[in-house]
């Protein structure tokens, strides 16, 4: 049973589960599934600033605060508990396009380790990729008003069309990005 | 609910999908089953890779079916549970009637959106997933979330001035 649950799991399982945490939170308290918004509490608590944008009872929101540090300890279990210790397996197409660039260490299979970490930080690739990258997906969650979780998975199932319309635009984005952006900055 | 609660709810609605909509008030210990929430979601994120940047990049390269196969059952099984809740009028466990926020289009989901996607591909993370990495050690993330912080603060901070 362990050894199952230490493989990677298909997506088959993971979607359906993630799809129930929808329900999940309506039923046990009435919350609305989303994860960026934590962002914006956290602005709220602690560098507010006088900015009305956070000036609102964040402490009403702590629920999701906590559904974050959740996530948090859950990466820990599952990292400790649950992993495997194998290389990810990845497209051929795209392990070979990933060692053009230098990326040969798939070690960890969540981060590439050549070009995100502390060694990295303070080059212009690693600039580029942990702290320009880290900075669209907050300014452009809270701009768009969700991110995949609260538009692409809430808002869709709740047959909302705008959600609809930022899924698209995330995709979009993410396609230029992927295609076109991504190997500038992974060849400088 | 007087006014000024009103206002701290519509402005805490304000671009955000998660509201508090509930009148209740518990003792805190009740928070913890969102805890316990967010550590199974946390398991889920790492053991099907949804959090790993090269499955983001196959993504985004048509190279694999693996993260459209989990957004889209997710979203099968979401719709199905909110018609099954709307369809039948599910209450919540302490009895309210469930209250789901849809949000009003505006511009700024077009030009977020984009925004949003990419960063998503760049750091091969949305919000969520950067959590669940920062949990399995990748201490490095913790950069890139509190740029994210930052990124937040800045949009808070021109709000009033961009396209809406």
Redesign the interface.
Known sequence: MLQILQQPWPWYIAGPLIGLTVPALLIIGNKNFGISSSLRHVCAACIPAGIDYFKYEWKKEIWNLLFVLGIIIGGFLATVYLSSGEEIIIHENLRTELKGYGITDFSNALIPSDVVSWNQLFTLKGMLMIVLGGFFVGFGTRYAGGCTSGHSIMGISALSWPSLVATICFMLGGFIAANLLLPIILSL | MNQSQQE?LK??E?????????QLSHPWY????????????????????????????????L?????Y??????????????W??RKFK?K???G?D?????????K?????????????????????P????????????L???????????????L?DK?PH
């Not at chain 2, 469930?98 to 505006?106: C, L, S």
Request: with cysteine; aromatic share 12%; proline share 2%.
């Open positions: 701290d402005k805490r304000l671009d955000a999908m998660c509201v508090n909509e509930s009740h928070n913890i089953k969102y805890l316990v929430i967010g550590v199974l979601f946390g398991i889920v994120f790492v053991k099907a890779e949804i959090v790993s940047w090269f499955r983001i990049q196959e993504m985004f390269r190279q694999s079916f693996h993260m196969g989990i957004i889209g059952s997710a979203i099968a099984v979401g719709a199905l549970s909110i099954i809740i599910i919540t466990m302490y309210e469930i209250v789901i926020v849809t949000k009003p289009f505006n700024g989901v077009i030009f977020g959106g984009l925004m949003f996607g990419i960063g998503w591909a760049i750091t091969g993370a949305c919000p969520g950067l959590f669940a990495q920062v949990g399995t050690g990748a201490s490095v993330v950069v890139t979330v509190l740029s994210a912080i930052s990124g937040t603060w800045f949009y808070g901070l709000r961009l």
